[in-house]
Each structure stands twice: as structure tokens, then as C-alpha cells.
DNA sequence: GTCTATAGTGCGATAGAC
DNA sequence: GTCTATCGCACTATAGAC
């Protein structure tokens, strides 16, 4: 153990990725080096160019990563009967995937001006296709008379914007597991689209 | 006009802070150099000093002016008669005062982590002061019977996350004025907290 | 695959002339 | 109040030894 060099490379370049996640989340792209991302690592900043192009394309492909497996994940679910099953299993999905992650969600929204144009055109056509199907089973359950919202699009940036909001509070040490909040969650969207709910969740 | 140097006291001071403003929202705090700002403004870096102690004040003095202007506006509504009618109120104040100021908003949640620890806690005081007035609305309409909600606290959190989320797609020469806006984002907020809402909106 | 060393650039902030 | 000039430092990325 502990020797000081070596090649490594099964494990440095995943190391690479989480602590510059985690190092992007707390303290910004632009405010962090790739000395700080080596230190954190255990090589010297020169080593980092092993596994990495440059800084941009470290930042881009965390973004896209992120966003891929987000949707994978989401395409894994089964077909829903019918909106309201596909809302509820929408919003479950969504918060029981971002809270156990953090960094990954503040810096996808957090770092997109920091993309160059191209990358970013990657990432927001990610995110558009991901937000759509939202929007989609928001759109049906209108049609089928099922919800009531002034607006399918919006409702789905209000939606979406609601449940993201759980990163910025939750506390896996607090009074609430993830499942707890997707349920609180899942009242408060199925009365925001004009769902009659039963009271309160009583087992 | 057009001369090269003098005075500006009057004028340079205001135009700093807009720049700084701009420039931070754009590309993020560490991103922007002072070099960038003086350029804006139209001097050079060193002149800015006549007019900011540092960057880092620059910044926080952005954050504090934003949320010390919020709670202002906020303190001159009337007082509402009822839970319904306060919601009501904060939900149109929320929105009306943020959609015209996307850059305020963006780096009020932004380049919280870029503060000194100091500088932070004076805008988390004050931004907990104003979320907190809209948790005792929810607590009070919970306790009267009228809303609806799993947890006072929790829906203030979304209810917040899902007012702040119109700037990220609000567009002034789009379909909706703000009021529009206002009205739809009224509807869904009431049902989310269990109101009866009448139909769509017709005038 | 990692190291050391460095080229080349840009940064925040200050000093002193006008 | 603004300018020019500059100090001292940190940065990204590369080169070449091991």
C-alpha cells in the first residue's frame, strides 16, 4: 500500500470523475482547477491529461452522463394505464433519481453556461427530450378530461421545477426517507393538476 | 460628449453594479474578471476601486440589495384578509417581482457558494426571512382547515422552487404577459394546496 | 502512467502620475 | 476619478524523463 506512483489506470479516471463532481458542485466549474482535481485524486495536475482532453470536455461529459443515464432510467419504467399512473410514476421516478445525486443535478443546471455552444446544444437536447416526457403524459391526461391545468407546457416547467427543488433541501438524515418525500410530492402533484386526493396518506 | 477621461462619480458607480450584474449572471462570478467589468463600463480595472472594496463585496452587495428589495415589496402589500387571499398575494408579488429581473434571480441562487462564509449567512438570513413568510401563510391556511397540503414546511419548498423555476423559461415577447403568467401559476398553486378553483379563467 | 518543469497567459489588487 | 504600469501569483496545457 501507499506507494507514491504507479500505473493505475482502472482506477484513476473514474476518481477523475467524482472529484471533479464533487468539486464542480461545491464551488463552481470556473472557480476550480485542475491542480485542486489532481490534489483530490492523488497525482500531480499533469497526470489528469491521461484521461482527459482538457477541462471542458471533463465538465461536458459529467453533464452527459448524467442526463443519459437519466433517461435510461426512465425508459426502464413500465408503461403506465393511464395518466394518472404515468404522472405519479413519473414524479417517483424523478425524485427517487435526483436525490440520492446531488452534485450530478446542481451542476446540470447549474453549469450550462460553462459548456461551449456545442456541447451544450448535446445537453439541452438531452434534458428538451427528457422535460417532453413530462409534458407528453401532462398533454394526455388533459385531453382524456383526467387533469386540469391552464397549460400543459407550463404545468410541466412548474412540475419539473417543484420536484427538482427537493435537492436543495433534502436531508437523508432528516425526518423524511425518499420514499416519504416522493409520496408528500406525489399528493401535492396530483392536487396541483386537479386530482381529487384521498387524506393524507394513512397507511 | 465622447470624451475620453474625467469624472463620473455619479455615473460609473450604478453602471458597475449593472455590469457586474450582467457579466456574473452570464458567465458565473469566477468566471468574470474585473478586467471584463471595466471593460463593460468603459475604464480601465483600476478605476473600479475608487468604487468597490473587491470583487467578493461586489457580489455580495448584489445578493443583499436583491433580497433586501424582495422583502421590501414584499412588506408594502396590503395585509390579506384571509390564507386564500395571502397565498394569493405572495404568489403574484413572487412572480411579478422576479420575472423582470432574471439576472437578480439567477445569481441570488446561483453564487451563494462564491460568498465568504460571512457574506452568506447575511443572504441566507435574509432569504430564510422571506421564505419563512410564505410557510406561515401555508401554516395558517393548513390550521384553518383551507388548505390542503402533506406538510407546511415541505410545500413552501415547492411551492418556492416552482414560482422561481418561471424565469428559466419566461419569454417577454412570448404568448403570456407576466400577469398571465401570474394568473395561470395562481391556478396551479391553489389547487396544489387543495382549493377548489373555477374553470380556466374566462374573463 | 506519473512525475517534474515550464511556456504562455491572465488574474486581483495596488501605486503613483495627471 | 481615471489612467498606465506593475507586483506576485495562479492557471491550463504541454514536453520529456523515468
Do not use: C
Not at 445525486?101 to 448535446?122: G, K, Q
Amino acid at each position: 500500500m501507499a506507494r507514491k506512483t504507479g500505473s493505475h489506470s482502472q482506477i484513476t479516471g473514474p476518481k477523475i470523475q467524482e472529484a471533479a463532481l464533487q468539486l464542480f458542485a461545491r464551488h463552481g466549474y470556473a472557480a476550480v482547477s485542475m491542480r485542486q482535481i489532481a490534489s483530490e485524486v492523488g497525482v500531480q495536475a499533469g497526470a489528469l491529461y491521461n484521461y482527459v482532453p482538457d477541462k471542458q470536455t471533463l465538465l461536458s461529459q459529467l453533464l452527459v452522463d448524467h442526463m443519459q443515464a437519466l433517461l435510461a432510467a426512465l425508459d426502464e419504467l413500465p408503461v403506465a394505464p393511464d395518466p394518472k399512473a404515468a404522472l405519479e410514476q413519473f414524479v417517483r421516478h424523478h425524485i427517487l433519481y435526483h436525490v440520492p445525486r446531488p452534485d450530478e443535478v446542481f451542476i446540470s443546471y447549474m453549469e450550462l453556461r460553462n459548456l461551449t455552444p456545442d456541447n451544450h446544444a448535446r445537453v439541452a437536447a438531452l434534458r428538451q427530450d427528457y422535460e417532453g416526457r413530462l409534458a407528453i403524459v401532462l398533454q394526455a391526461g388533459v385531453s382524456a378530461a383526467q387533469f386540469r391545468v391552464p397549460d400543459a407546457k407550463i404545468a410541466s416547467y412548474a412540475i419539473i421545477a417543484l420536484l427538482t427543488g427537493v435537492v436543495n433541501w433534502f436531508d437523508p438524515n432528516g425526518r423524511l426517507s425518499a420514499q416519504g418525500v416522493a409520496d408528500e410530492y406525489w399528493q401535492m402533484v396530483a392536487q396541483l393538476v386537479g386530482l381529487q386526493v384521498a387524506n393524507g396518506g394513512d397507511t
